[in-house]
């Protein structure tokens, strides 16, 4: 069967899982339809494959295709639930990558087919990790066709959903929180030296991009630390700082951002609860 796939929303990571799977031809151009509030938006994409279909509506992409992916933000995802709910083909496969927007609450809308998933920007780099939970009415035929689509952008990997906040901090939240802890240690560089920001970078970013590269030919944390950081050495010096500090600074963060899913989890249910009661 040829499977249509819908997508609805275009913004940051809709428009890279779009591309992506087109350019690595994952997709066919004519099997993709996609609803966007900005149809401009579509230019560049239209410009490339022009037999990709933009659907006049929500709704009308629900009719019509039978996986949809939707990629708005986790409150729009709820109202375009309650729009295409009627409209959605009952062997539809139902994909969200909403983050705080459990599956128990997207199968009030639509007991069908529904899969969560959450993506991150290293995907971009066909890197990283794409993070996935299957409600139990996905078939194993369905559920390996996504996981395989989405092999496009790096590794899968199939959890529990209980896991996805603090599992989303290592992955989708990763490369932010990556990054700002290099931008850190190029800042303090600058403040005990003549270096300037631009020099610290230039040093640290080839850093850490190496040390990505010998841990995917197979070393280990463990095998770093030994080679690096010698008995007596300057290195150890500064992993002893780290080893000590750490532990505090990470546990506050995932804290923190746990408190802060549960807060955006606790509103996207209310406006759920709202939509349903307004239901005839």
């Known amino acids: ?35 966007t509030r900005n149809p401009a938006v579509l230019t560049t994409l239209l410009d490339k494959y022009p037999s990709v279909q933009v659907a ?8 019509e295709c039978n996986r949809v992916l939707l990629c708005t933000s986790p409150l729009d995802t709820v109202h375009v639930l309650s729009e295409i709910a009627g409209d959605l083909q009952v062997d539809t496969h139902l994909v969200s990558i909403a983050a705080c927007l459990p599956i128990e609450q997207i199968t009030r809308f639509f007991p069908g087919l529904v ?11 066909s890197s990283g990790v794409t993070l996935f939970c299957h409600n139990t009415a996905v078939t194993n035929k369905a559920a390996q066709e996504i996981e395989e689509l989405f092999c496009a952008f790096g590794k899968v990997v199939v959890i529990d959903e209980e896991n996805f906040e603090v599992a989303t901090d290592l992955t989708s939240c990763g490369p932010a929180l990556i990054a700002v802890l290099f931008e850190e240690f190029a800042r303090a560089a600058t403040r005990h030296s003549t270096l300037s920001p631009e020099q610290a970078r230039a040093l640290v970013i080839p850093t850490l991009s190496g040390t990505a590269r010998l841990l995917e030919e ?20 500064g992993v002893k700082q780290l080893q000590s500090d750490m532990p505090f600074v990470y546990d506050t963060l995932i804290q923190r951002t746990l408190a802060k899913y549960e807060l955006r989890k606790t509103n996207v249910i209310k406006e759920a609860d709202r939509l349903l009661d307004k239901k005839p």
Do not use: H, W
């Open 1 to 35: 069967m040829n499977i249509k796939t819908g997508f609805i929303g275009y913004g940051s990571m809709g428009s890279m899982i779009v591309q992506g799977l087109l350019d690595k031809k994952c997709l066919q151009p004519q099997n993709v339809s996609i609803s």
């Open 115 to 125: 899969t969560r998933i959450v993506p991150s920007l290293t995907g971009e780099m």
């Open 218 to 237: 197979g070393y280990t944390m463990e095998t770093i630390l030994t080679r690096v950081a010698k008995p007596g050495g300057l290195t150890e010096e």
């Open 56 to 63: 006049e509506s929500n709704r009308a992409l629900a009719r």
